[in-house]
């Protein structure tokens, strides 16, 4: 089982809509968890953190679930400029070597 | 700006030729990372350096991959021998312990054809 698992995709997704991505990890001992997003042959860069009580960031919001080990990331009210590839990413064990996921592709769609 | 720079940022080789990737993190970063992204693929953690501390070889895919870091700074990727499937994106990244929750900052890459 891979440490970090995401569903690829697409999203194809209209303008407005509200979609939600999901990512599972393997390791209960995972301390950190953070949404990176990537746009085509671009760098990735940090989305958000996401915190145990769970955080928003304008129309973005992030939940962690610890029970279940899966983070998920709510986007409201998508924008086309929201196209890209979201990235997520765990951090685990006693010093700050990542994890990332595969990575789901969202297309927002005029 | 003083962000993570990578250099070169495109590369083309031909098969057997060695190569060098560098990276100059932020000032002041401690941890440096180097990962591998293929076309359309998720990244590929090679090798982790923090502080001095001994490194995370865990990712390097093969004993052609080596990399250092010089004075906890520049840090360079070697590649022997290259082959075809090490053509990939090159991405380094570099962040500052926050508790946890410290961002890595990335570079734009190098993007590595070998023919």
């Known amino acids: 089982r891979k440490e970090v698992e995401q569903d690829p995709g697409p999203f194809n997704v209209p303008e407005g809509a509200t979609v939600a991505f999901n990512c599972t990890y393997s390791?209960?001992?995972?301390?950190?968890f953070f949404w990176y997003r990537q746009d085509c042959r671009k760098e990735p860069k940090l989305l958000m953190s996401?915190?145990?009580s769970g955080n928003e960031d304008g129309r973005f919001t992030a939940q962690l679930n610890r029970a279940s080990q899966y983070i998920s990331l709510l986007i409201r009210d998508s924008k086309l400029s929201d196209s890209a590839t979201y990235l997520c990413?765990?951090?685990?064990?006693?010093?700050?070597?990542?994890?990332f996921g595969t990575g789901t592709k969202l297309q927002v769609i005029p | 700006g003083a962000g993570v720079s990578q250099s070169p940022s495109n590369k083309v080789t031909e098969k057997g030729k060695d190569v060098e990737l560098r990276c100059d993190p932020i000032?002041?970063?401690?941890?440096l990372y180097w990962y591998r992204q293929s076309l359309g693929q998720g990244l590929e953690f090679l090798i982790y350096?923090?502080?001095?501390?001994?490194?995370?070889k865990s990712g390097l895919p093969s004993d052609r991959f080596s990399a250092e870091r010089t004075g906890g700074s520049v840090s360079t990727l070697t590649i022997q021998r290259t082959q075809q499937e090490d053509s990939a994106v090159y991405l380094c990244?570099?962040?500052?312990?926050?508790?946890?929750?410290?961002?890595?900052?990335f570079g734009p890459g190098t993007r590595l054809l070998v023919l």
């Open positions: 990244a570099s962040s500052f312990p926050s508790g946890g929750q410290e961002t890595q900052y």
């Open positions: 390791n209960s001992a995972s301390q950190s």
């Open positions: 996401v915190y145990s």
């Open positions: 990413v765990v951090r685990t064990g006693g010093y700050q070597k990542v994890t």
């Open positions: 000032s002041g970063h401690t941890a």
């Open positions: 350096f923090q502080g001095n501390s001994a490194p995370d």
